[in-house]
Each structure stands twice: as C-alpha cells, then as structure tokens.
C-alpha cells in the first residue's frame, strides 16, 4: 500500500530559477512493501546543451542555469528499496577511487572534468537509514555508464571489489556486452573498472529482457533510446507504482517528449519510449522517479495534448 504522510507545508523549489516551477512535498512512500528513500550520492555537472539536444538554451536555462563552463548541476539520486528480508538499490553513482580506477592520467582530473562535487556520500546516505554496505542485498544496475554503475565498485586498499559484498547485481545482457565493446561515441562512458570486480567475484547476474518480479513487486522494462539495453525499474502493487527511469528521464524537465539527451543514440525511439512509459503513468497516477534532478526526487505526470507535464513533485522523507 502507498503511504503518502505529508510531512509538513510544501517545500520551496526556490533553488530552481524558474518562479513558476511547482513546489515539492514531502513524502514517506511505501510500495509493495518497501520503504522507498532517495540516496543522494553526489553532484556532477555536464554540458547544458548536451544534455537537452536540440532545445535552444534560452529555454532549458530558465529551469537549468549553466556555469562558466556551460556545465548544469545534476544529481546522481540512488533509489533505496528496504523492505523485512531485502534491502535493495538501483543504481551506485560515481563513486570515488578515481585514480585507483582510471590512472593517474584520467583519475586526477576526473573531478574536474565533470564537476565533482566532494566525495561520494552513497555510505553516509545509507547510514542515515541505519544501514552499511554489507547489509544491501541486491543492486539493480540501470546500464553501465560511469555515472550509473561507478559506485558499484571500490578501492579497498588493495584491489577494486564490490563495494556492496553481499549483494547481488542485476544487469541486462544486451548493455554489458555493449559496455565490453562499446561504440565510438560511448567509449569514454564505458569504463570496466566499474564492472570487472563484479564479474571476478561472481557477483554479476545478466538477465535477458524484460522481466517481472526478478526481486518481489519489482520489474525490469529495456529500453534501447538512449544506449542499448538500458533497463528502467518498476516498483508497483496492486494500486500503486512508482518507475526509475534513469537516463530515459533524467530530470524532471525531460517529461517532454521532444526534451531528449544529445547523448541519446536512437532519440526517435527514445520518444516512442518515453511516451508509453508517461502514458502510463499517467493513466494510473503512478510516479516518475529522477536519477539526474538536481532539485526533486519523483512526480507524478499529466497529459497535455500531445504531450506530458508535470503536475506534482516529490521529496522522499
């Protein structure tokens, strides 16, 4: 059953630049028996205008300023699932450990390149929930790009492991075979450091398509839009759902259609994509949640003509 307890009176969105943007609730959230909670693993910054295509500037920077560098504040917000017996994320950010990762070359200037806001906080963030690695039982992985799939791997001192040594990981076949040999636009995204302790302890369960339930009221849907075989996660019940659309719906303002990536690979599809999912959505008053926005955590949608809109946002409490 959702559990919707408002907190309090709606909290400004003052951060956002645009005055007309709506105001975000809190929340307590409850699915299919989760408590659902937003991890908060770190800010990064990318190219404004990479990351909204062909949409002039002068209309994405009312909502997204840019900084010197043309560089927008994102988040990389994790999903924390927890329930009696399981304790699951979607997702790992970053990460740290970058020159351990990627060498002294790419590592030291890692930060730099992409606005890297402090050390990664995946572990104080689930502290707050009275939890540890040890104690997550399973991660989804979205795709394996390196702002996705970063923290699924550490530094121990020694060696890289996983950084959640109990869990499993659940990725699609289709994105691990692109991430081990990727395209020529992508090959910086794809860094196996990320991913290759995974595989050495025998962590790594790869999963063909679409499937229902591959954890209890969770399920995996693939889309092929932005990099192929990303897969999006539903979390739902018998009235409530709630979806982690990563990089198809990276913020909040790409609920419209024509608001995609200039990172996206096949941008026709990924339209197709996103309006079955946010038909969907808003038909049954589900919630999107935003791996990327900087300032909200989820929304519910609305159709408007022959496009969508968002019509409430969320701060998962």
């Not at 924390?80 to 590592?107: A, N, P, R, W, Y």
Request: hydrophobic share 40%; with cysteine; aromatic share 8%.
């Amino acid at each position: 059953m959702l559990n919707e307890a408002k907190t309090g009176q709606k909290a400004s969105s003052s951060t956002r630049p645009d005055d007309k943007a709506v105001a975000a609730t809190p929340i307590k959230l409850e699915i299919a028996g989760y408590q659902v909670k937003a991890i908060h693993s770190g800010v990064f910054g990318l190219d404004g205008g990479a990351m909204f295509g062909t949409v002039p500037k002068v209309l994405w920077e009312k909502t997204n300023p840019a900084d010197d560098h043309n560089r927008i504040e994102m988040q990389t917000r994790l999903l924390l699932l927890i329930s009696k017996d399981k304790k699951i994320l979607v997702d790992t950010g970053m990460g740290t450990d970058f020159i351990q990762k990627h060498g002294e070359k790419l590592g030291s200037k890692f930060a730099e390149l992409y606005g890297v806001r402090g050390e990664t906080q995946i572990f104080n963030e689930l502290a707050r929930f009275g939890l540890k690695s040890s104690d997550i039982t399973d991660v989804v992985l979205t795709h394996l790009h390196f702002d996705h799939a970063g923290g699924a791997t550490r530094y121990d001192g020694h060696s890289l492991v996983p950084s959640f040594e109990n869990a499993k990981y659940y990725l699609q076949s289709a994105n691990f075979e692109t991430a081990t040999n990727p395209n020529i636009r992508e090959k910086a995204s794809y860094l196996s450091p990320n991913w290759q302790a995974l595989i050495d302890h025998k962590k790594l369960i790869l999963l063909d398509g679409d499937q229902e339930n591959i954890l209890p009221g969770i399920s995996v849907q693939v889309v092929n839009g932005h990099t192929k075989g990303q897969q999006i996660v539903w979390v739902r019940d018998q009235v409530n759902s709630l979806v982690y659309c990563a990089d198809l719906i990276p913020m909040s303002t790409h609920v419209r259609l024509a608001w995609v990536m200039g990172y996206d690979l096949r941008p026709l599809d990924l339209i197709d994509e996103k309006r079955e999912i946010l038909s969907e959505v808003a038909a049954k008053g589900g919630m999107v949640y935003f791996e990327h926005d900087p300032y909200v955590d989820a929304a519910k949608v609305q159709v408007l003509k022959d496009d969508f809109q968002v019509s409430e946002k969320f701060l998962l409490q």
